[in-house]
């Protein structure tokens, strides 16, 4: 019962830290034609200079493990933007007083939120047909961040993120 417990609390342990990716494309897109990318030349990611240096370079060797070549004349183009946000944590404690009496009742009550919260960013990567200038792809990726965490962490954090963005490029489509 204890090791169910131990794998249990692991589990949503690790689960915490996911990076969760939402997926969109245009159903008419012959994916096969995009075998060649760059970067829009004023691509503004939101992240810090290093971060950006760390996520392309992970792009790069994905997109480059998937067959893909960097190009000055590509197929597409991506751009990558990002925002931090606050959630809370969703822990309070209620706290309330209440009274009555011949008839007539009232009360009043608290939630205190307990604990710190959560820091969330959300990574939006969109690929863009060169020649149609026409949005054919999109992932929205949304994990958990820590921004004091180390150099390392933060590279290897990013590659996984770009791989799991990347896992379902391009996607399957079903023949009709």
């Keep these: 019962m204890r090791?169910?417990?131990?794998?249990?609390f692991v589990i949503v342990l690790s689960s915490c830290n996911a990076v969760r990716v939402q997926y969109d494309y245009e159903k008419t897109t012959d994916f096969t034609n995009y075998?060649?990318?760059?970067?829009?030349?004023?691509?503004?990611?939101?992240?810090s200079a290093l971060d950006t240096k760390r996520l392309l370079k992970s792009l790069n060797i994905t997109l480059q493990s998937k067959g893909m070549l960097f190009s000055e004349e590509p197929d597409f183009y991506i751009n990558i933007e990002s925002n931090v946000y606050q959630t809370s944590n969703g822990n309070t404690v209620g706290v309330g007083v209440g009274g009555s009496g011949s008839s007539i009742g009232g009360g009043v009550s608290v939630g205190i939120p307990i604990g710190q919260p959560n820091i969330k960013r959300e990574i939006i990567f969109d690929f863009v047909d060169n020649k149609k200038e026409m949005l054919f792809w999109q992932a929205r990726s949304?994990?958990?961040?820590?921004?004091?965490?180390?150099?390392?962490?933060?590279?290897?954090?990013?590659?996984?993120?770009?791989?799991?963005?990347?896992?379902k490029y391009p996607p399957k489509v079903k023949k009709k």
Excluded: A, C
Excluded at 3 to 8: C, P
Excluded at 36 to 47: I, Q, R
Excluded at 154 to 164: A, D, G, M
């Design 3 to 8: 090791g169910l417990f131990s794998l249990l």
């Design 142 to 167: 949304v994990d958990s961040f820590k921004d004091n965490t180390s150099p390392e962490k933060r590279e290897l954090h990013l590659q996984e993120l770009v791989n799991k963005v990347l896992d």
């Design 35 to 47: 075998t060649t990318y760059n970067y829009f030349s004023d691509l503004n990611t939101g992240l």
